[in-house]
């Protein structure tokens, strides 16, 4: 019974530092989505964010913005990795082990 209570304290702190990174991780990157507009048949960009209950566009210009685009696929794959930690951190106990 030791060695149980021994692992599943290691994976507690385990989940929830990885939790703690995956948060400082996300709140660094930008939120919202880029979206192509055309405007008499010129293409324009725009990064779509909810503020509240609004939703605000920003204009970037016709250039297409790869690094933002990217960065905003990392945001959304972080975000699905969070979730799972969190799900793996429900499944353990809250309360402290004493090993």
Same mark, same amino acid.
């Given at each position: 019974?030791?060695?149980?209570?021994?692992?599943?304290?290691?994976?507690?702190?385990?989940?929830?530092?990885?939790?703690?990174?995956?948060?400082?991780?996300?709140?660094?990157?930008?939120?919202?989505?880029?979206?192509?507009? +055309? $405007? #008499?048949?010129?293409?324009?960009?725009?990064?779509? =964010?909810? *503020?509240?209950? @609004? &939703? %605000?566009?920003?204009?970037?210009?016709?250039?297409?913005?790869?690094? +933002? $685009? #990217?960065?905003?696929?990392?945001?959304?794959?972080? =975000?699905? *990795?969070?979730? @799972? &930690? %969190?799900?793996?951190?429900?499944?353990?106990?809250?309360?402290?082990?004493?090993?």
């Amino acid at each position: 019974m030791k060695v149980l209570k021994g692992i599943l304290k290691e994976s507690l702190v385990y989940y929830q530092r990885l939790e703690r990174e995956l948060v400082r991780r996300l709140n660094k990157l930008p939120k919202g989505s880029v979206k192509r507009r +055309l $405007i #008499k048949g010129r293409g324009y960009y725009y990064v779509q =964010r909810r *503020e509240g209950s @609004k &939703v %605000r566009h920003q204009y970037l210009g016709r250039k297409r913005p790869d690094d +933002l $685009i #990217k960065a905003i696929q990392e945001r959304r794959q972080l =975000r699905g *990795e969070l979730a @799972k &930690v %969190r799900a793996a951190l429900g499944l353990l106990p809250k309360r402290k082990l004493q090993a």
